[in-house]
């Protein structure tokens, strides 16, 4: 079934009041019926933990070659606390032994940790209903591993941004969104396997990074007094769960605002015709 014919389908919808009678009111629940039908929540807890299980520690075993300022800033950056403060042990990066040991631990741990690709990709799969990918298409698990990981850690360093003299804020957000849009459209790309138009997928990468910048400023606010008082009534294990609640946050915006590109698709005024294109393509699974 194409967009346009879904759009069709919503206009004439058995919903009642104000909700059947007009268009903005068809939007509206159309973007709700989309985030209960992907269960956002449940796709989000799956996500937030596939991220604290994958994408972290591809950040942190990288750091083994920078020795461990990349992740720290990253952790910092991100999560409010100082990895200071959980006293990691120094460890000796010019023996040999532990140079192997780094490169192996780091392929072990990015091999597995595809499996946050690979729950992403079913998250754009249920939204768009592409096909699932096979172990042909691993690479592309692989790719956007490595793609979100590292666009974690740039997202940090354009807070360097912030200090040129007067443009020095406007700047850093506006690296953020850049970097956010570029990778989350890219991930997009590689999960659905080609299958979105190109203004489906900037536009669903464009609201991710919107969203995720407002969370990132929310956090750099809250999140230094929530981590202190976790870690001062819990130790670690406060920290580890702050970190996890943060990244459900984060999810919540990644899942949140695919779904909701996709209901805006299927609308029937000038925005779902903007997105299914000149050519009103609309059902994507059709481009398999």
Do not use: C
Not at 248 to 277: H, K, N, P, T, Y
């Amino acid at each position: 079934m194409s967009l346009a014919q879904r759009a069709a389908e919503f206009r004439t919808a058995a919903v009642g009041g104000w909700l059947r009678d007009t268009r903005p009111g068809r939007t509206v629940a159309r973007v709700v019926h989309g985030l209960v039908e992907i269960q956002l929540v449940d796709r989000a807890l799956a996500l937030a933990a596939q991220m604290f299980t994958s994408v972290l520690p591809v950040i942190i075993a990288a750091s083994v070659f920078s020795g461990w300022h990349t992740g720290a800033e990253t952790i910092s950056d991100q999560f409010g606390f100082s990895t200071k403060t959980l006293a990691a042990p120094d460890a000796d990066t010019s023996d040999p032994s532990f140079a192997a040991f780094g490169v192996v631990g780091l392929l072990m741990v990015v091999l597995s940790g595809t499996s946050f690709a690979r729950a992403l990709g079913r998250v754009y799969g249920a939204v768009w209903q592409v096909p699932s990918m096979g172990p042909r298409d691993a690479w592309r698990w692989l790719a956007a591993l490595l793609a979100v990981a590292l666009s974690v850690g740039l997202v940090g360093q354009t807070r360097d941004l912030s200090h040129v003299h007067y443009v020095g804020f406007p700047l850093a957000v506006i690296g953020e969104l850049v970097v956010w849009t570029l990778v989350w459209t890219f991930a997009a790309f590689l999960l659905t396997k080609g299958a979105l138009t190109g203004r489906l997928l900037w536009v669903t990468g464009a609201l991710t990074a919107v969203g995720l910048t407002a969370v990132h400023a929310a956090g750099r606010v809250a999140l230094p007094r929530i981590t202190a008082n976790a870690q001062q009534h819990f130790g670690s294990l406060g920290l580890a769960f702050t970190s996890v609640s943060w990244l459900f946050v984060m999810s919540i915006v990644i899942v949140g605002a695919a779904a909701i590109v996709r209901a805006f698709a299927d609308d029937e005024m000038f925005i779902g015709r903007f997105l299914r294109g000149p050519d009103g393509v609309a059902d994507v699974s059709d481009r398999l």
